[in-house]
């Protein structure tokens, strides 16, 4: 079993759609999680950062993190056609060097 | 603004021939980190390194080699291309626990 889960879609909405992704994990020593959007043939780049659990909102973007069930989720608002893309979860531990685990992505289409 | 520069974007490469991957971040980023990304697969850690002259291993350090002389350059090398490693390679940079990538260089392997 990988350290990180996350189902690689793809995941196709209309615009205007609530959209859900989400990833499971396994290592209760993460503390910090990520979200990364990529664009195809482009890096990943961050898009939301939590701290342990709760929730943080970023305009249309909400991230989710329950660590007593080990399982973040990303919500985007009405949803736009820009918004395909692939998005990554990715996670660390404190100490060390941080080193992010990152789960497969999930590849969202946003269809007008 | 980051920038992590990946020195191409696309290389085709013969089999058996030494692979040289540069990058470069204007950051004075301590930790730096080779990833390929593969369908299916998603982001898998090659290498990374914490300081000048330092490197571990990751997940799937088979293959290559690294070599980090400066702190803003970390090169990957591929020792000897192999069909297999025809990929996707990305290099972050890492400040705290946010990375920066670069975009990625797109590696055939003939």
């Known amino acids: 079993q990988k350290e990180v889960e996350q189902d690689p879609g793809p995941l196709s909405v209309p615009e205007g759609a609530i959209v859900s992704l989400n990833c499971t994990y396994s290592?209760?020593?993460?503390?910090?999680f990520m979200w990364y959007r990529q664009y195809s043939r482009k890096g990943p780049e961050l898009l939301m950062y939590?701290?342990?659990?709760g929730n943080k909102e970023d305009g249309r973007f909400t991230a989710q993190v329950d660590k007593s069930s080990k399982y973040i989720s990303l919500f985007i608002r009405d949803s736009q056609p820009s918004d395909s893309a692939t998005y990554l979860c990715?996670?660390?531990?404190?100490?060390?060097?941080?080193?992010?685990?990152f789960g497969r992505g999930t590849s969202l289409i946003v269809h007008p | 603004d980051v920038k992590v520069t990946q020195s191409s974007r696309y290389l085709v490469k013969r089999t058996g021939e030494k692979v040289f991957l540069e990058c470069v971040q204007d950051?004075?980023?301590?930790?730096m980190f080779w990833y390929r990304q593969d369908p299916g697969l998603g982001l898998r850690l090659i290498y990374f390194s914490y300081d000048v002259k330092m490197k571990e291993k990751g997940d799937i350090p088979e293959g290559y080699s690294v070599s980090r002389e400066k702190k803003e350059r970390f090169s990957l090398i591929l020792e000897s291309a192999s069909t297999n490693q025809t990929s996707m390679y990305l290099c972050?940079?890492?400040?705290?626990?946010?990375?920066?990538f670069g975009q990625g260089t797109r590696l055939t392997v003939v």
């Open positions: 972050a940079s890492t400040l705290g626990t946010e990375a920066f």
């Open positions: 290592n209760s020593a993460f503390q910090y």
């Open positions: 990715a996670m660390s531990a404190p100490g060390g060097s941080y080193i992010p685990t």
């Open positions: 950051m004075d980023h301590e930790n």
């Open positions: 939590t701290y342990s659990s």
